[in-house]
């Protein structure tokens, strides 16, 4: 069974870049294509962006200048930043596994969530 | 960018009745391309449907999706008390991906 666990701080300061990683368990990272998306709390769902396992990515273009999405296949993770932030990224950040081989493809596996707060 | 409007945003009912669910497409999305998805309070959401009719792995059978075009539809045909959730439609095949806002369904 495939498993997704987001990790990283739960605070960030205005003007600071957040960080999360995702690490996958229970299958490989290869050949599949890795989301994060994230819930404003109270709110619905905004996609952040993808990347697949060779390192191809595609962004938001709503949060395109501020969004990195990188992948290390030999620790079968993948991590997201977010620079700049301001009160209005606080959000649940989820991490989801979307189909092989493309990117047009539901997201069957989700990571629990993990809330980010931005505050000073 | 496209938009997925859902409706309604709050749906009562009871358990044992019929729940319809609607999302629409600010531009046509192929039905392979259509997800649902259903979160409850402090879970992630977990995909029912996707390519617009086709259940995911364990999804009972009481779920089931309908729709081409701009109109899906959701159908829950006797709900159970666990059904009771937020529901997010979901195109996945254009980017950016887009979520409706989602329905509410609560116990009347």
């Known amino acids: 069974q495939v498993q997704l666990q987001e990790s990283g701080p739960g605070l960030v300061k205005p003007s600071e870049t957040l960080s999360l990683t995702c690490t996958v368990s229970?299958?490989?990272?290869?050949?599949?294509?890795w989301s994060w998306i994230r819930q404003p709390p109270g709110k619905g769902l905004e996609w952040v962006g993808y990347?697949?396992?060779?390192?191809?990515?595609n962004y938001n273009p709503s949060l395109k200048s501020r969004v990195t999405i990188s992948v290390d296949t030999s620790k079968n993770q993948f991590s997201l930043k977010l620079s700049s932030v301001t009160a209005a990224d606080t959000a649940v950040y989820y991490c989801?596994?979307?189909?092989?081989?493309?990117?047009?493809?539901?997201?069957?596996?989700w990571g629990q969530g993990t809330l980010v707060t931005v505050s000073s | 960018e496209i938009v997925l409007t859902q409706s309604p945003g709050t749906l009562s009912l009871s358990p044992g009745e019929r729940a319809t669910l609607s999302c629409r497409a600010s531009?046509?999305?192929?039905?392979?391309?259509l997800a649902w998805y259903q979160q409850k309070p402090g879970q992630a959401p977990r995909l029912l449907i996707y390519?617009?009719?086709s259940r995911a792995t364990v999804i009972p059978d009481r779920f089931s999706g309908s729709g081409s075009g701009t109109d899906f539809t959701l159908t829950i045909s006797r709900l159970e008390p666990e059904d009771f959730a937020v529901y997010f439609c979901?195109?996945?095949?254009?980017?950016?991906?887009?979520f409706g806002q989602g329905t509410r369904l609560e116990i009347k």
């Open positions: 229970g299958g490989s990272i290869n050949s599949y294509y």
């Open positions: 390519g617009a009719s």
């Open positions: 531009q046509s999305v192929s039905s392979t391309y």
């Open positions: 979901q195109q996945y095949g254009s980017s950016p991906i887009t």
């Open positions: 989801a596994r979307a189909g092989s081989g493309s990117y047009r493809r539901p997201l069957d596996y």
């Open positions: 990347i697949y396992y060779s390192g191809t990515t």
